[in-house]
């Protein structure tokens, strides 16, 4: 059954924004994102997924338009100000990391905030159990896989209680069995009501994991549907880039109508069989 609709958490409202005067990267984007969704953010290579993600942080300003966060208008607002309500996720966690203990790591937007040093403590303990590193504490970053490394990160965003994580590309680089860690590790945060935006590149893992995807092609906003329904849509997937799912071709050639009620099913058994073994 699906679940009653919540209220709008982000919106953003007629976007544009280019890196020079005589380009634009995005144009006129809008679209809304619900609490508790999770979202797939997906074109090809520059198609201005990341840059969508910046000026929702705030690192980059728009040309025009706005955001909304909660309904308040936050094109205004500094990226401190965004971060303890956004949380950004990047790619490379090498890129994020910058104390040695994993600990420091995960308090450091805590101790910026200007939080005294008992509530900091409780605040990273916390973060750290429910992100599985609480045994890690005391150790040095460095000694961390990649894919750990990836969950302090998201742990530091995470300590600070944010409504809203973008991540870009979450599983890139990542084994079978340390995407699924990571993803259902995001899965159970969303359960929480953390609101999940995902850049990726990975059809799969859209599918399976979000329902709604937004997709992107050349600085446009040219596609807001239900994941399977993206991957059902043949002119879409070539003019995106993306790629078409073999439970398409699967459907098209039993000749099983409509398509993408058939993925979708076959993507919540395969759910439930991981689940519960059976
Ligand atoms: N700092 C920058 N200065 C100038 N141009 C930039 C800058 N960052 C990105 N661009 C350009 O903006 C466009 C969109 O880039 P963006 O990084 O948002 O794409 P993307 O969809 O995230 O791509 P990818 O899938 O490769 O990460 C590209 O043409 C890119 O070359
Ligand atoms: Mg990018």
Redesign the pocket.
């Known amino acids: 059954a699906p679940a009653p609709q919540q209220p709008v958490l982000l919106e953003v409202k007629d976007l544009s924004f280019g890196?020079?005067k005589d380009r634009t990267?995005l144009q006129n984007i809008s679209f809304s994102v619900r609490k508790g969704e999770m979202v797939s953010i997906v074109?090809?290579?520059?198609?201005?997924?990341?840059?969508?993600s910046k000026l929702i942080c705030g690192f980059e300003a728009p040309g025009s338009g706005s955001i909304l966060l909660d309904g308040r208008d936050i094109t205004g607002d500094t990226i401190r100000q965004r971060a303890g309500r956004i949380g950004y996720v990047m790619q490379n966690p090498n890129q994020m990391i910058s104390k040695t203990m994993i600990f420091d790591e995960v308090a450091l937007g805590l101790v910026q905030s200007g939080l005294g040093p008992d509530e900091v403590r409780a605040k990273v303990e916390d973060t750290l159990k429910i992100c599985g590193l609480y045994p890690f504490r005391n150790w040095p970053v460095s000694a961390l896989s990649f894919g750990q490394k990836k969950r302090v990160t998201i742990a530091s965003v995470l300590a600070l209680g944010p409504d809203v994580i973008i991540l870009d590309e979450p599983t890139a680089g990542q084994d079978f069995r340390h995407y699924t860690e990571i993803m259902e590790f995001l899965r159970g945060l969303n359960r929480q009501g953390v609101t999940v935006l995902m850049?990726t590149?990975d059809m799969h893992l859209m599918l399976e994991y979000t329902p709604r995807a937004l997709v992107?092609s050349d600085g446009r906003l040219i596609a807001d549907r239900s994941a399977a329904g993206v991957l059902c849509d043949p002119a879409l997937i070539e003019r995106a880039a993306l790629k078409e799912t073999s439970l398409f071709t699967l459907a098209n050639r039993c000749g099983i109508a409509p398509p993408e009620a058939f993925v979708q099913r076959f993507i919540d058994f395969d759910r439930e069989v991981r689940e519960h073994g059976c």
Do not use: P, V
């Open positions: 890196y020079t990267t074109g090809r290579n520059g198609a201005g997924k990341s840059t969508l850049i590149h992107f």
